[in-house]
């Protein structure tokens, strides 16, 4: 029986508060439904079809469907009449013979092994519950007392006081043939609180029809907790990123803090890093052995080699950092920038688009764009290289060797030659021959009977 996946997805989430669809919020920088499409895509199925509805467009072309195995099929619901219309819009794209796992967008850090039982096919339905400590607003799972067979799920807001207090809940999970989903679906009905087709109800029609229902438990709350509203949004990032936390700890890693590091993609770390409080960390990030990274730093999308430093208050953004660098404090480092092993780009230095060859020194409140530097050059505090002329982005090429003295402004295109020295406070627009000294500065004047003016005496 193949398997095929829906993914309901068309709320508004409107206790989010929010003009974003709920499933667009995002969690550890990934969206809700970006986790949950992952989850649904390592199963395997033939097929993924999302229930779309408000905002539909935003949320399907949210999605990069070039990174998922299985086919991604849309489905539109005009009106979101509730999880069982929702469903039932979708089951027409559904081959009849397939099994069909139901997921909600809004449950996001749902495991693929924890679905993997639910997908085994069965005569009746496969349903995934938990037991929390606050069960409130959930629907509850009505059992018969003699049997403890699951008879019914009861919605929070239609349930009486003693239903209310049982704390076994629906997920939102299930799994069944396409052909019962449809029998039971056609049957129904929105006489609830809500005057919504409730998904849940499927269950009572199941066991009417003396076809099975198994619970399966999910022990993880973590795993089952669905997003309502910003404040439960911000719980589970926490307590994720707790998770991820531990997760490097267990690799090896030293956290200062680890309830004070974000890490909002993948990050891959080496032995005996140590990371200060504050960090930040999206996209693919590897860290090679030793790296220290200081506080309140963010690296986005970079590759940082054996025994880097970086320091506080620094950003390293789509680059790739070789062995032995230092970076910062205060330092900012923009996309497609290479550093060669054991260079050091200080503090206020901003680079951008450059490779800074090896050993070379970018120390002080500089700003590199554009350019290409040999090895064990030495750029002077505050050396602006001047890229654009307003219209054209240009290249500045600096030989090995090389010094450029403090407050140069080098005027791009242009090109200082190996070993070449550029004196203090120049403004270089031609190109500086190599193992000369150029200078570009007016000559120093002194007056001989210049006096300080003294206060309160006006000329
Ligand atoms: C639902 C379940 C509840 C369960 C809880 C678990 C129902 C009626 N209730 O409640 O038993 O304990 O999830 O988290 O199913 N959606 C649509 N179209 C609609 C309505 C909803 O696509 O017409 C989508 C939503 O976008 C959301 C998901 O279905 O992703 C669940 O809907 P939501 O309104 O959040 O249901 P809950 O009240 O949380
Ligand atoms: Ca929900």
């Known amino acids: ?162 239903q209310r207090s049982i704390r076994e809940i629906n997920t939102g999970v299930m799994a069944a043939s396409a052909t019962y989903l449809e029998g039971w679906l056609s049957q129904v009905k929105n006489n609830n609180a809500q005057s919504e087709y409730y998904l849940p109800d499927i269950i009572a029609l199941a066991v009417q029809a003396g076809k099975p229902v198994s619970a399966f438990a999910a022990n993880d709350v973590l795993q089952v907790s669905g997003i309502n509203s910003c404040s439960e ?90 062995a032995q660098c230092q970076i910062g404090p205060f330092a900012r480092i923009r996309p497609d920038t290479r550093l060669h092993a054991g260079s050091k780009i200080g503090n206020f230095v901003e680079i951008k688009k450059s490779e800074i060859g090896q050993a070379s020194k970018v120390n002080h409140l500089a700003y590199v764009g554009d350019s290409k530097l040999g090895r064990n050059v030495n750029i002077g505090a505050g050396v602006i290289t001047c890229n654009y002329d307003g219209t054209n982005k240009h290249q500045t090429i600096i030989g090995d060797d090389a010094f450029v003295g403090s407050d140069c402004q080098l005027v791009a295109p242009v090109e200082i030659g190996a070993g070449a020295t550029i004196g203090a406070g120049s403004t270089i627009t031609r190109d500086a021959p190599a193992g000369k000294l150029s200078l570009s500065r007016s000559r120093q004047i002194e007056f001989d009977n210049w006096q300080r003016p003294v206060k309160g005496k006006a000329k």
């Open 1 to 162: 029986m193949t398997l095929e996946i829906v993914i309901l997805a068309a709320g508004q989430g409107s206790r989010m508060k929010s003009d974003l669809p709920k499933v667009l919020h995002t969690l550890a920088g990934k969206s809700l439904l970006e986790h949950v499409l992952h989850a649904a895509d390592e199963l395997k199925p033939s097929r993924i079809h999302i229930v779309i509805g408000h905002q539909a467009e935003r949320v399907s072309t949210s999605i990069d469907t070039s990174q998922t195995k299985a086919e991604i099929n849309w489905v539109l619901q005009h009106q979101q009449l509730g999880t069982g219309h929702a469903v039932a819009q979708a089951l027409p794209g559904v081959d009849t013979s397939s099994n069909v796992l139901i997921l909600a967008g809004d449950v996001p850090l749902i495991q693929s092994a924890t679905l993997k039982p639910l997908c085994e096919p069965g005569s009746g339905i496969n349903l995934l519950t938990a037991v929390l400590p606050d069960a409130s607003g959930f629907g509850r799972i009505l059992r018969d007392s003699a049997t403890g067979a699951v008879t019914a799920i009861v919605e929070h807001k239609d349930a009486d006081k003693q």
């Open 233 to 322: 949004l911000a719980t589970l990032e926490r307590h994720y990123q707790r998770q991820l936390a531990e997760n490097q700890m267990a690799n090896g890693v030293s956290l200062a803090d680890p309830g004070r590091i974000d890490i909002r993609g993948d990050l891959t770390t080496g032995r005996d890093c140590f990371i200060d409080i504050n960090a930040v960390f999206e996209g693919e990030v590897t860290l090679g052995n030793r790296v220290k990274i200081g506080p309140n730093v963010l690296i986005r999308n970079s590759h940082i080699a054996d025994d880097c430093l970086i320091e506080a208050n620094s950003i390293v953004d789509s680059a790739y950092i070789s």
